[in-house]
Protein backbone atom coordinates (compact mmCIF):
# COMPACT_ATOMS: atom_id res chain seq x y z
CA UNK A 1 0.00 0.00 0.00
CA UNK A 2 2.20 3.02 -1.63
CA UNK A 3 -0.93 5.67 -0.61
CA UNK A 4 0.56 8.97 -1.58
CA UNK A 5 4.07 9.29 -2.97
CA UNK A 6 6.45 12.13 -3.45
CA UNK A 7 9.45 12.37 -5.78
CA UNK A 8 11.59 13.56 -5.40
CA UNK A 9 12.37 13.34 -1.10
CA UNK A 10 15.14 16.07 -1.55
CA UNK A 11 16.48 18.73 -3.77
CA UNK A 12 19.06 21.85 -3.53
CA UNK A 13 18.71 24.40 -6.60
CA UNK A 14 20.03 27.54 -7.26
CA UNK A 15 17.89 30.88 -7.53
CA UNK A 16 16.09 30.88 -11.02
CA UNK A 17 16.04 27.45 -12.22
CA UNK A 18 12.67 25.40 -12.62
CA UNK A 19 11.89 22.28 -11.05
CA UNK A 20 8.71 19.98 -10.71
CA UNK A 21 7.48 17.92 -7.77
CA UNK A 22 5.69 15.01 -8.27
CA UNK A 23 2.63 13.64 -6.23
CA UNK A 24 1.24 10.26 -6.79
CA UNK A 25 -1.64 8.45 -5.37
CA UNK A 26 -2.90 5.04 -5.79
CA UNK A 27 -6.32 5.64 -3.60
CA UNK A 28 -8.80 6.55 -6.66
CA UNK A 29 -9.04 9.78 -4.68
CA UNK A 30 -10.54 12.53 -6.36
CA UNK A 31 -9.28 15.46 -4.28
CA UNK A 32 -5.31 16.23 -4.63
CA UNK A 33 -3.45 19.29 -2.82
CA UNK A 34 0.05 21.18 -2.32
CA UNK A 35 1.25 22.57 0.84
CA UNK A 36 4.18 24.24 2.13
CA UNK A 37 5.40 24.16 5.63
CA UNK A 38 7.20 26.60 7.25
CA UNK A 39 8.67 26.53 10.89
CA UNK A 40 6.19 28.69 13.19
CA UNK A 41 4.04 29.01 9.84
CA UNK A 42 1.98 25.25 10.01
CA UNK A 43 0.51 23.72 6.85
CA UNK A 44 -0.45 26.41 3.94
CA UNK A 45 -2.47 25.34 0.98
CA UNK A 46 -0.39 26.36 -2.35
CA UNK A 47 -2.93 24.59 -4.88
CA UNK A 48 -5.71 21.71 -5.31
CA UNK A 49 -7.56 20.15 -7.80
CA UNK A 50 -11.28 18.37 -7.52
CA UNK A 51 -10.50 15.76 -10.02
CA UNK A 52 -8.80 15.42 -13.02
CA UNK A 53 -8.09 18.23 -15.47
CA UNK A 54 -9.19 20.79 -12.41
CA UNK A 55 -6.62 23.35 -10.20
CA UNK A 56 -7.39 25.67 -8.16
CA UNK A 57 -5.67 28.33 -6.26
CA UNK A 58 -4.50 28.18 -2.19
CA UNK A 59 -3.57 30.43 0.18
CA UNK A 60 -0.45 30.96 -1.05
CA UNK A 61 0.05 30.01 -4.97
CA UNK A 62 2.33 32.51 -6.45
CA UNK A 63 5.35 31.35 -8.28
CA UNK A 64 3.86 28.05 -8.19
CA UNK A 65 1.63 25.97 -11.07
CA UNK A 66 0.22 22.59 -11.22
CA UNK A 67 -1.01 20.26 -13.38
CA UNK A 68 -3.63 17.29 -13.04
CA UNK A 69 -3.96 15.31 -16.50
CA UNK A 70 -4.09 12.37 -14.89
CA UNK A 71 -6.18 11.77 -11.78
CA UNK A 72 -3.56 9.61 -10.18
CA UNK A 73 -0.88 12.61 -10.65
CA UNK A 74 -0.62 16.39 -9.51
CA UNK A 75 2.61 18.17 -10.30
CA UNK A 76 4.15 21.26 -8.63
CA UNK A 77 6.18 23.27 -11.29
CA UNK A 78 8.59 26.33 -9.42
CA UNK A 79 9.06 28.37 -12.55
CA UNK A 80 12.26 30.26 -11.24
CA UNK A 81 12.56 29.20 -8.13
CA UNK A 82 13.09 31.62 -5.00
CA UNK A 83 15.28 31.66 -1.54
CA UNK A 84 11.80 32.46 -0.21
CA UNK A 85 10.45 28.87 -1.56
CA UNK A 86 12.66 26.68 0.90
CA UNK A 87 10.38 24.80 2.57
CA UNK A 88 9.06 21.49 3.29
CA UNK A 89 6.66 20.48 0.32
CA UNK A 90 3.42 17.82 1.41
CA UNK A 91 1.00 16.77 -0.94
CA UNK A 92 -1.92 15.06 -0.19
CA UNK A 93 -5.39 13.69 -1.14
CA UNK A 94 -8.98 12.60 -0.03
CA UNK A 95 -11.75 11.52 -1.89
CA UNK A 96 -13.96 14.63 -1.11
CA UNK A 97 -13.31 17.50 0.62
CA UNK A 98 -14.33 16.38 3.70
CA UNK A 99 -13.05 13.23 4.42
CA UNK A 100 -9.28 13.17 5.85
CA UNK A 101 -6.55 13.99 3.73
CA UNK A 102 -3.44 11.22 3.56
CA UNK A 103 -0.18 13.26 2.89
CA UNK A 104 3.20 12.36 1.49
CA UNK A 105 6.04 11.64 3.23
CA UNK A 106 7.03 15.39 1.69
CA UNK A 107 10.03 17.24 -0.54
CA UNK A 108 12.41 19.41 1.51
CA UNK A 109 13.73 22.07 -1.08
CA UNK A 110 16.59 24.33 -0.39
CA UNK A 111 17.08 27.55 -2.83
CA UNK A 112 20.15 29.17 -2.80
CA UNK B 1 -11.29 35.46 7.92
CA UNK B 2 -9.90 32.48 10.09
CA UNK B 3 -7.71 32.08 12.58
CA UNK B 4 -6.61 29.07 14.79
CA UNK B 5 -4.70 29.60 17.74
CA UNK B 6 -3.02 26.53 19.93
CA UNK B 7 -0.19 26.49 22.16
CA UNK B 8 3.36 25.87 20.59
CA UNK B 9 4.75 23.35 22.94
CA UNK B 10 3.98 21.07 25.61
CA UNK B 11 5.59 18.91 28.33
CA UNK B 12 3.98 16.06 30.00
CA UNK B 13 5.43 12.37 31.73
CA UNK B 14 5.23 9.02 30.21
CA UNK B 15 1.81 7.90 31.59
CA UNK B 16 -0.28 11.00 32.38
CA UNK B 17 -2.63 12.47 30.31
CA UNK B 18 -2.51 15.72 28.28
CA UNK B 19 -4.56 18.01 27.36
CA UNK B 20 -3.68 20.08 23.81
CA UNK B 21 -6.59 23.17 23.40
CA UNK B 22 -7.10 24.90 19.73
CA UNK B 23 -9.33 27.54 19.52
CA UNK B 24 -10.40 28.90 16.29
CA UNK B 25 -12.50 31.38 14.67
CA UNK B 26 -13.73 31.38 11.39
CA UNK B 27 -16.37 32.75 8.91
CA UNK B 28 -17.84 29.48 7.93
CA UNK B 29 -17.12 26.34 10.13
CA UNK B 30 -17.19 22.74 9.01
CA UNK B 31 -15.81 20.26 11.08
CA UNK B 32 -12.11 20.09 13.21
CA UNK B 33 -9.42 17.51 12.24
CA UNK B 34 -6.56 16.79 14.40
CA UNK B 35 -3.04 15.38 12.83
CA UNK B 36 -0.27 14.22 14.06
CA UNK B 37 3.18 14.48 13.01
CA UNK B 38 6.33 13.10 14.14
CA UNK B 39 9.69 15.35 13.42
CA UNK B 40 10.67 14.95 9.81
CA UNK B 41 7.82 12.63 8.94
CA UNK B 42 4.59 13.11 7.09
CA UNK B 43 0.98 14.33 9.39
CA UNK B 44 -1.42 11.58 9.89
CA UNK B 45 -5.07 11.77 10.76
CA UNK B 46 -5.91 11.20 14.60
CA UNK B 47 -10.00 12.38 14.40
CA UNK B 48 -12.48 14.85 13.03
CA UNK B 49 -15.39 16.35 14.94
CA UNK B 50 -17.90 18.07 12.98
CA UNK B 51 -20.84 17.89 15.96
CA UNK B 52 -20.38 19.12 19.54
CA UNK B 53 -19.47 16.32 21.71
CA UNK B 54 -16.37 13.79 22.34
CA UNK B 55 -15.15 11.46 20.15
CA UNK B 56 -12.98 8.66 21.23
CA UNK B 57 -10.41 6.39 19.73
CA UNK B 58 -8.51 4.45 22.04
CA UNK B 59 -6.22 6.31 24.02
CA UNK B 60 -6.97 9.73 22.16
CA UNK B 61 -10.21 11.38 22.20
CA UNK B 62 -11.09 14.75 20.67
CA UNK B 63 -13.79 17.21 21.81
CA UNK B 64 -15.93 20.18 20.16
CA UNK B 65 -17.71 23.18 20.98
CA UNK B 66 -18.80 25.03 18.30
CA UNK B 67 -20.53 28.34 20.03
CA UNK B 68 -17.18 28.65 21.92
CA UNK B 69 -15.08 27.79 19.10
CA UNK B 70 -12.76 25.32 20.94
CA UNK B 71 -11.32 21.88 20.61
CA UNK B 72 -9.08 20.09 22.62
CA UNK B 73 -7.28 16.45 22.07
CA UNK B 74 -7.05 14.38 25.31
CA UNK B 75 -4.07 12.02 25.42
CA UNK B 76 -4.41 9.44 28.10
CA UNK B 77 -1.50 6.59 29.51
CA UNK B 78 1.37 8.44 27.40
CA UNK B 79 3.95 6.77 26.12
CA UNK B 80 7.19 7.78 24.61
CA UNK B 81 6.33 7.60 21.16
CA UNK B 82 3.30 10.52 21.71
CA UNK B 83 6.23 12.46 21.42
CA UNK B 84 5.33 14.29 18.09
CA UNK B 85 3.77 17.58 17.05
CA UNK B 86 -0.23 17.33 17.20
CA UNK B 87 -1.96 19.88 14.56
CA UNK B 88 -5.53 21.27 14.52
CA UNK B 89 -7.41 22.28 11.19
CA UNK B 90 -10.58 23.82 10.53
CA UNK B 91 -12.59 23.06 7.41
CA UNK B 92 -14.04 26.14 5.78
CA UNK B 93 -17.51 26.11 5.05
CA UNK B 94 -17.54 28.39 2.00
CA UNK B 95 -14.09 26.85 0.37
CA UNK B 96 -13.86 23.18 1.31
CA UNK B 97 -10.59 24.15 2.78
CA UNK B 98 -8.60 23.25 5.81
CA UNK B 99 -6.84 25.85 7.53
CA UNK B 100 -4.04 24.59 9.47
CA UNK B 101 -2.65 25.87 13.34
CA UNK B 102 0.95 26.13 13.30
CA UNK B 103 0.85 23.15 15.95
CA UNK B 104 2.10 21.91 19.32
CA UNK B 105 4.74 19.99 20.43
CA UNK B 106 4.75 17.74 22.65
CA UNK B 107 7.42 16.02 24.18
CA UNK B 108 7.14 12.94 27.07
CA UNK B 109 9.48 12.44 29.13
CA UNK B 110 10.14 9.36 31.26
Known amino acids: NAGVTQTPKFRVLKTGQSMTLLCAQD?????MYWYRQDPGMGLRLIHY???????AKGEVPDGYNVSRLKKQNFLLGLESAAPSQTSVYFCASSQTGWQPQHFGDGTRLSIL | GQNIDQPTEMTATEGAIVQINCTYQTSGFNGLFWYQQHAGEAPTFLSYNVLDGLEEKGRFSSFLSRSKGYSYLLLKELQMKDSASYLCAVRDQNTDKLIFGTGTRLQVFP
Open chain 1, 27 to 31: MNHEY
Open chain 1, 49 to 55: SVGEGTT
